[in-house]
Nanobody, 122 residues
Framework: QVQLVESGGGSVQPGGFLRLSCAAS????????LGWFRQVPGKEREEVAC????????TYGDFVKGRFFISRDGAKNTFDLQMTSLKPEDTAVYYC???????????????WGKGTPVTVSS
């Protein structure tokens, strides 16, 4: 069964750190473009970070401003999102996604996880 499963979400105080992980099963993440997205109720899903299947090029949402880092682990068939200096406005459900047909991250990714909630609050 092909699936992506996120882990690592939770509650953290402003300025804190979280590491989200996405594990793939049923397929290899190699040669896939991998992305993290987030969504707040009532708003559209937005791209947080993306790592391309080609050359491992990374891109981040403008709001990230150097606070997050996306990485992939081929041996484990996982990819992570390290988030530092978290702000209350980072509160959202975070989704991981993979695409075998595009070098870019967008809403048409082939596979999606079910999401993991992140709450940043004092």
């Amino acid at each position: 069964q092909v699936q992506l499963v996120e882990s690592g979400g939770g509650s953290v105080q402003p300025g804190g750190f979280l590491r989200l992980s996405c594990a793939a099963s049923g397929f290899s993440l190699a040669y896939h473009t991998l992305g993290w997205f987030r969504q707040v109720p009532g708003k559209e899903r937005e791209e947080v970070a993306c790592i391309s299947s080609s050359m491992g090029r990374t891109t981040y949402g403008d709001f990230v401003k150097g606070r997050f880092f996306i990485s992939r682990d081929g041996a484990k068939n996982t990819f992570d999102l390290q988030m530092t200096s978290l702000k209350p406005e980072d509160t959202a459900v975070y989704y991981c996604a993979a695409s075998g047909s595009s070098f870019n991250c967008d809403s048409n990714m082939d596979y999606w996880g079910k999401g993991t909630p992140v709450t940043v609050s004092s």
